[in-house]
């Protein structure tokens, strides 16, 4: 099985403080739900810091910020992109990158 790094962009906090619970019993349940696929649950993550080719640096998180990460093992990308669209954070308006880790 090939690993694969979910990166999730957007998504946001909760308006209403009573939401959540319910958004984070919706992340539990899709990850129990992927069972030994799970890897690394992963976390949140703050705003980036981009580094420049020129050695500038750039703390606005880019065009489209990073908000977390997963670690996912899958058989192919098809497998991982079918449990990637059922991920909480696309009901936020969010998104997920997916690239396949290469072992080196």
Do not use: R
């Not at 946001?12 to 890897?39: C, L, Q, R, T, Y």
């Not at 705003?47 to 020129?54: E, F, G, L, R, Y």
């Not at 899958?74 to 497998?79: G, L, P, Q, V």
């Amino acid at each position: 099985m090939a690993k694969y790094l979910f990166v999730y962009h957007g998504g946001g906090k909760p308006e209403e403080s009573e939401d959540i619970p319910k958004i984070m019993k919706a992340w539990e349940d899709w990850f129990i739900n992927m069972g030994e696929m799970v890897i690394d649950a992963g976390n949140p993550v703050g705003m980036s810091t981009t580094v420049n080719s020129d050695g500038s640096v750039t703390d606005n998180g880019g065009s489209n910020p990073t908000s977390g990460y997963s670690v996912i093992q899958a058989n192919s990308i098809e497998e991982a992109i079918k449990n990637a669209k059922s991920c909480p954070i696309l009901t936020g308006n969010g998104s997920i990158e997916i690239a396949e880790i290469i072992e080196m």
